[in-house]
C-alpha cells in the first residue's frame, strides 16, 4: 500500500502510477535514505518517541539493509514500489514489524528527499573534485613532458603568436581548477539539513535539529522550513558546474580535433582512444574528443530543463521538482565520463614536433616582435604597427617570411632597421621575452608547472 494511501477508497490507475512512480531512477539515492533514516531515529529517540532500544533495534535493520543493497543494488529497483523512501520504509517493516511503522513520525517525504538529495550531491561532488583532479594531473604531466615544444598560438583560427604545447597545456589545468574551486563553493553552500522542516511548516516534535544536521555531517541546519523543503539551488547550481566544465572539456577536445586534423597534423591520438571507418580504411578517427564535445550539449540541456521547471514554481512543494533527479543524475554520469576520457587522451598523445614548428614559424607570427623591434628603435607603436603590416605585405608578395627578407627589403619600408633585427624573429627571441608572469618564457612555464605541481600534491 502507498504511504499516502489512507486518504483514498479507489486504487490509482496503472497508467498514473508508472507515470507518478520515480523509484527507476530514485533508487540511487538509497544509502542516502537509509543514513538520513538513522539520524532520523536517534533525533525522535532523543525526543522520547522511541525508546534507546527501540532505536537501537531499528538501527540494526537499517544497517542490514544497507550492507544488503550493496552487496545488491538491484533489489530497490525490483521491488516495485513507489519511490526510494517506500522501499526503505517497507523493507524496515519487514524486518521489524510495527515498530518500523514509527520511524516516520514528524518526518515528510518532502524534507526526507530534500535530505537525500543533499547527501547525495555532498558524496558526488567528493568524486568529482578527485576526477577533476586527476585530469589536472594528466595536463601537467603532459606540460612537463612537452615543456619545449614550440606550438603555432590562433586567435580567430588564424595563427597569432608562437606559443609551446606546455603553455597550452597549462591554460586547461587553469579552467579545471577553476571547475574545481566551483565544486568546493557548491558543497559548502549545500550543506545545511533540511530534515526535520516536515512537509513545509516544521516537524511539530522538539527535534534538536542543529545535532541532528551535526549527526549526518552537514554544518548546520537550514533555518526556514518552507524554503527547505522546495530548495533545488544546489542541483542547479551542480547542474552549472557541470555544464561550466563540460564548455571547458569541449574546447579541449576541439582544439586537440583541430590540432589532430591532416590539415594539422601537430598531434597523434592513440589508437587505444580512436575508431576507423566502416568504409575508408584509412581513416583513424577522434571519436573520443567527438563525443567529448557532442555530450556538452546535453549537460547544458539538463541545466536548462532544472531552471525551467524551478522557474515558476510555488512554495512550498510541488511534485514538479521530482524531474530534478534525472537529469542531475545523467549530467554528473557524463561528467565524470567526460574528465576521465580526457585523462586517457592524454596518457598516450605524440606531438610532431616538426610539424608543430613549421607551423609555428609560419604565418608571420613573429610581425609583433618586428613591431616591438621598431618601437625600441624610437617608433611610436602605431606607427610601427603600420610599417610592419606594409612588411607583412611585401614578403606576402615575394613568398617568404620576414626573417627572409634583406636588411636593405626591410629598411625601404622603415630605415630603423638593421642587421641586428635577425635576433629577434627567432622562435626562441619571440619566447624569451614573455617573461612576465604568465608569459610563455621557459622559466615562467616552468614556474607555472611547479605551482601546479605542488598545488595537486597538497591535494592529495
Not at 486504487?11 to 538513522?38: P, Q, T
Not at 567526460?338 to 614536433?353: G, N, Q, Y
Not at 627571441?429 to 610563455?440: D, P, Q, T, W, Y
Request: net charge negative; glycine share 6%; with cysteine.
Amino acid at each position: 500500500m502507498a504511504l499516502w494511501g489512507g486518504r483514498f477508497t479507489g486504487a490509482a490507475d496503472e497508467r498514473f502510477k508508472r507515470f507518478n512512480d520515480s523509484l527507476r531512477f530514485d533508487c540511487r539515492m538509497v544509502e542516502e535514505d537509509i543514513v538520513g533514516s538513522i539520524g532520523w531515529s536517534k533525533a525522535i529517540r532523543d525526543v522520547g518517541i522511541l525508546t534507546p532500544d527501540e532505536q537501537a533495534r531499528l538501527e540494526q535493520a537499517l544497517n542490514e539493509l544497507l550492507s544488503e543493497v550493496r552487496a545488491d543494488p538491484e533489489i530497490v529497483a525490483a521491488s516495485g514500489e513507489e519511490d526510494v523512501h517506500s522501499f526503505v520504509e517497507s523493507s524496515l517493516i519487514r524486518k521489524v514489524g510495527d515498530l518500523g511503522k514509527k520511524l516516520h513520525t514528524g518526518r515528510s517525504r518532502n524534507d526526507q528527499v530534500a535530505t537525500d538529495i543533499k547527501l547525495w550531491c555532498r558524496g558526488e561532488i567528493d568524486l568529482l573534485k578527485k576526477s577533476v583532479t586527476e585530469l589536472e594531473r594528466a595536463l601537467v604531466s603532459a606540460a612537463r613532458r612537452f615543456q619545449d615544444v614550440v606550438f603555432p598560438g590562433y586567435t580567430h583560427l588564424q595563427r597569432a603568436q608562437p606559443v609551446t604545447f606546455s603553455h597550452w597545456a597549462i591554460a586547461y589545468a587553469e579552467m579545471f581548477d577553476r571547475d574545481y574551486l566551483r565544486l568546493c563553493s557548491t558543497q559548502k553552500l549545500l550543506n545545511r539539513c533540511p530534515l526535520g522542516s516536515a512537509a513545509l511548516a516544521g516537524t511539530a516534535y522538539p527535534v534538536d535539529r542543529e545535532k541532528l544536521a551535526k549527526d549526518l555531517g552537514f554544518d548546520e541546519a537550514t533555518r526556514n522550513s518552507l524554503d527547505s523543503v522546495s530548495d533545488r539551488d544546489h542541483i542547479m547550481e551542480l547542474l552549472s558546474d557541470a555544464s561550466i566544465s563540460m564548455v571547458h572539456l569541449s574546447r579541449f577536445a576541439e582544439d586537440l580535433i583541430f590540432y589532430n586534423s591532416g590539415e594539422c597534423g601537430f598531434v597523434e591520438l592513440s589508437d587505444g582512444v580512436t575508431s576507423g571507418s566502416s568504409l575508408m580504411p584509412q581513416k583513424k578517427n577522434p571519436d573520443s574528443l567527438e563525443l567529448i564535445r557532442g555530450k556538452t550539449g546535453r549537460v547544458i540541456g539538463h541545466l536548462t530543463a532544472m531552471l525551467v521547471t524551478a522557474k515558476a514554481l510555488p512554495l512550498a512543494y510541488d511534485k514538479d521538482l521530482q524531474e530534478d533527479k534525472e537529469g542531475l543524475f545523467d549530467a554528473v554520469d557524463t561528467w565524470h565520463a567526460s574528465l576521465d576520457m580526457a585523462a586517457l587522451v592524454l596518457k598516450d598523445i605524440r606531438i610532431r614536433t616538426d610539424r608543430a614548428e613549421t607551423a609555428a614559424k609560419g604565418g608571420y607570427s613573429n610581425a609583433t616582435e618586428l613591431a616591438d623591434y621598431l618601437v625600441k628603435k624610437g617608433v611610436p607603436f602605431r606607427e610601427a604597427h603600420g610599417l610592419v603590416g606594409r612588411m607583412v605585405v611585401y614578403a606576402i608578395s615575394q613568398n617568404k617570411p620576414l626573417e627572409d627578407m634583406s636588411v636593405e627589403e626591410f629598411r625601404q619600408i622603415s630605415p630603423a632597421v638593421s642587421d641586428d633585427v635577425y635576433g629577434i624573429l627567432t622562435l626562441d627571441s619571440v619566447r624569451a621575452k614573455r617573461s612576465a608572469k604568465g608569459g610563455i618564457s621557459r622559466e615562467r612555464v616552468e614556474e607555472e608547472i611547479s605551482f601546479l605541481e605542488k598545488r595537486l600534491a597538497e591535494r592529495g
